[in-house]
């Protein structure tokens, strides 16, 4: 453990922070393709033109985008500090459910019922927004609400967990079950969030319409611009004495207690930056999708995104981003060729990673690059 935290290791993470020449050619490749590339062949380039990116392509990817957000936030907690959780779609989904709200507002009288309130508060009789909704019509004050809701809640969920010394697979069925009460509480229509259908119908965002391809390749700009500034945030994490301890934690968590560290403080830390960072991928996602419910809530929904992480590569920080393109891209293929195979392709999966590819499709790259070196 002391070789793990010397000062010459600490010399090497602070180097390490710097990309390298191939590493920032890569971030710069990618913002081209996300800044210029997909704008460029999805609004000057003729629908009919084999060059061309379709509207749907960019709201396909700009979804996995957000996707690939979440997964980047599970390597941080489980690839990089051991930490499973089976939970994180509770704060993808608080985070676009903030995000909601304020479209929800932006609708105005252009509702069917013609109503400042939201269409289901007027099909269900309600004569005035609940107290949730008291700065919902404030784009500042509901963005501040999509980091601050799910930042408190894993904070306080963390502090009762950690000080409990409650790990490994104990702690993922707690956050399995806490997503899952959740999900049945935001099903109730009494809670003032839409119940079973949530919320759709977005008009607006920023009084500009949403609908429209300007608002819509603007959306997938920002996104992919946040997944590049949380890649680069996490490497520097993961190569700064703050991550060495997260790994150290990870590896021997006794071990680093014995040498005068209070893992509780380091857990507690990033398992909070892990669920705003999937707060703010769920509120880049609902006005890209038009549509968040507790659907988003449901068990299924949390495990896939620790599929991601497994399937792209733990601990490689871009491993689970590609492990988000790829078992999405093929759920997109599968779901429309064949849709009743997916999930027995998706079982498949999981179970031929944990076996043959412990270290995800990143993995078996390394692996290839080292037999030719």
Request: proline share 4%; with cysteine.
């Amino acid at each position: 453990m002391s070789a793990v935290l010397s000062p010459s290791a600490g010399l090497q993470q602070k180097r390490g922070l710097l990309l390298g020449t191939k590493g920032w050619a890569g971030v710069i490749a990618a913002l081209a393709v996300i800044c210029v590339v997909f704008p460029v062949l999805n609004l000057l380039v003729p629908e009919g033109s084999v060059f061309h990116v379709s509207d749907y392509m960019v709201q396909l990817t700009g979804k996995i985008l957000c996707y690939a957000i979440c997964a980047l936030a599970m390597d941080l907690i489980w690839g990089y500090t051991g930490i499973l959780s089976l939970g994180h779609g509770l704060f993808f989904a608080l985070g676009g459910y903030g995000m909601g709200m304020y479209l929800m507002r932006q609708i105005g009288l252009d509702g069917n019922y013609k109503s400042p309130l939201p269409d289901f508060m007027v099909f269900l009789n309600w004569k005035e927004l609940p107290w949730t909704w008291a700065v919902s019509d404030s784009f500042i004050a509901q963005m501040l609400l999509v980091v601050l809701v799910p930042g408190l809640l894993a904070f306080v969920f963390g502090w009762f967990a950690f000080r409990s010394r409650i790990k490994g697979v104990y702690f993922s069925i707690i956050t399995q079950a806490m997503t899952f009460a959740a999900m049945l509480l935001f099903f109730r229509n009494e809670t003032g969030f839409g119940g079973n259908n949530g919320f759709t119908d977005f008009k607006r965002i920023l009084d500009l319409p949403i609908a429209t391809p300007g608002m819509r390749i603007t959306l997938f700009v920002i996104t992919g611009c946040t997944l590049v500034g949380f890649y680069l945030l996490a490497r520097a994490i993961v190569h700064s004495k703050y991550g060495r301890v997260l790994q150290a934690i990870r590896d021997a968590e006794t071990r680093v207690m014995f040498t005068g560290y209070n893992p509780l403080a380091y857990k507690l830390s990033i398992w909070t930056l892990s669920a705003v960072m999937c707060a703010i991928a769920g509120a880049l996602y609902v006005p890209q999708v038009g549509i968040i419910n507790p659907s988003e809530m449901s068990p299924a929904a949390s495990i896939e995104i620790a599929i991601w992480a497994a399937v792209g590569g733990r601990a490689t920080l871009i491993g689970p981003i590609v492990g988000a393109f790829f078992v999405n891209g093929a759920k997109s293929w599968f779901t429309v060729a064949f849709p009743e195979f997916w999930l027995y392709f998706l079982g498949a999966l999981f179970i031929a990673v944990t076996l043959f590819l412990p270290h995800g499709i990143v993995g078996l790259f390394r692996k290839a690059a080292e037999k030719k070196s």
